[in-house]
Nanobody, 118 residues
Framework: VQLQASGGGLVQAGDSLRLSCAAS????????MYWFRQAPGKEREFVAA????????YYLDSVKGRFTISRDNAKNTVYLQMNNLNPEDTAVYYC????????????WGQGTLVTVSS
């Protein structure tokens, strides 16, 4: 599967932003979809996941209640709605996919930069 992320940009603290990740292929609903992020000088970290088939979602503690991952299987797209952004959310955001839930997905898209100014 090939992944194409979009939607990043420069926003102010408290603003919202929605990231999108379009996937190629006809078996999108068979993939668990993820969002990760990597801030400058930091390790990449898990942000959110949407488990294939059953729709369960998981989040990094610091984004719970602010971020929502969703997927549209008809459009082969996964979204990350980010509300009440703060400067600590500044990072390159990556979407990823795997056929089984894992800490290290096998498919990655290019990143999209989110910058939150204070």
């Amino acid at each position: 599967v090939q992944l194409q992320a979009s939607g990043g940009g420069l926003v102010q603290a408290g603003d919202s932003l929605r990231l999108s990740c379009a996937a190629s292929g006809r078996t999108f609903n068979e993939y668990t979809m993820y969002w990760f992020r990597q801030a400058p000088g930091k390790e990449r970290e898990f942000v959110a996941a949407s488990i294939r088939r059953d729709g369960r979602t998981y989040y990094l503690d610091s984004v719970k209640g602010r971020f929502t991952i969703s997927r549209d299987n008809a459009k082969n797209t996964v979204y990350l709605q980010m509300n009440n952004l703060n400067p600590e959310d500044t990072a390159v955001y990556y979407c990823a996919a795997s056929l089984t839930p894992t800490d290290n997905p096998e498919y990655w898209g290019q990143g999209t930069l989110v910058t939150v100014s204070s």
